[in-house]
């Protein structure tokens, strides 16, 4: 009797692993279901956020290139108005520089001719004296 005994334990325990066999791919499927419907609610979600923020991006990068044309065209308008400035300063400061250059020609002009009109004299007087030392030389050795 132990061996129609050890062959229907051996049968139960059989039908008992099949059932539980049965039970455990059974869960396995419905918790592989469970598992794919929120692995693809996920996979949504992740697909929702990478549009979300690649739309994000999309409008910063645009709403920063705005804003550097905007500072470029203040740099730019800042540019113009610093460089008509500096260039109305130079010419101030070339026009500074001609006439104070006219106005040491002038000077120096003025001084040479004071010199000239100084050496004219000087040779006139010098002229005159010599001729009056002639003078007195000719009439010393006249009387003489």
Known sequence: MSDVANIQTQR?????NKKQLSKLNQLKKEHAKEYNA????????????????QAELSKMK???????????????KQMMHENRRLSAELNDLKQMHHDKVDQKKES????????AEENKTVISN???RLLEQKRRADAEARNS
């Not at 139960?12 to 008992?16: A, P």
């Not at 645009?62 to 730019?76: A, C, S």
């Not at 003025?110 to 010199?115: A, D, E, G, P």
């Open 12 to 16: 139960q325990m059989n039908s008992e």
């Open 126 to 128: 010098s002229q005159q």
């Open 38 to 53: 929120i692995a693809k609610k996920n996979k949504n979600k992740i697909n929702q956020l990478e549009r979300d923020y």
């Open 62 to 76: 645009t709403d920063i290139e705005i804003k550097l044309g905007q500072v470029r065209e203040r740099h730019n």
């Open 108 to 115: 120096q002009e003025q001084q040479l001719n004071q010199i």
